[in-house]
Nanobody, 116 residues
Framework: VQLQASGGGLVQAGRSLRLSCVAS????????IGWYRQAPGRRRELVAD???????SYDDSVKGRFTISRDNAKNTVNLQMNDLKPEDTAIYYC???????????WGQGTLVTVSS
């Protein structure tokens, strides 16, 4: 199974970006899938995730600005990021979990840079 993330880039503060992550290969039932980010010198942290039933969770810093969604038929998870701030600058990684896997799967990361 591979997770391919895309959609990162350089934007000005206040603008929007949409990240996508597509799972390919032999894909068992994916339970929770989501986005994490890691800024320079900081730990990787959860941004948002969504369960197979559609329940979502968000880091407090992105609530009201970011929206996570998933398309189970297409094995895709998206992250709509609005009103971006310089502190959102980080490498964003998608992560998927399945009861068929011993460990979660991670995508390769996509860089988001927000200028002030």
């Amino acid at each position: 199974v591979q997770l391919q993330a895309s959609g990162g880039g350089l934007v000005q503060a206040g603008r929007s970006l949409r990240l996508s992550c597509v799972a390919s290969g032999r894909i068992p039932s994916i339970t929770t899938i989501g986005w994490y980010r890691q800024a320079p010198g900081r730990r990787r942290e959860l941004v948002a995730d969504i369960t197979s039933g559609g329940s979502t969770s968000y880091d407090d810093s992105v609530k009201g600005r970011f929206t996570i969604s998933r398309d189970n038929a297409k094995n895709t998870v998206n992250l709509q990021m609005n009103d971006l701030k310089p502190e959102d600058t980080a490498i964003y990684y998608c992560k998927a979990e399945s009861p068929s896997w011993y460990d979660p799967k991670w995508g390769q990361g996509t860089l988001v840079t927000v200028s002030s």
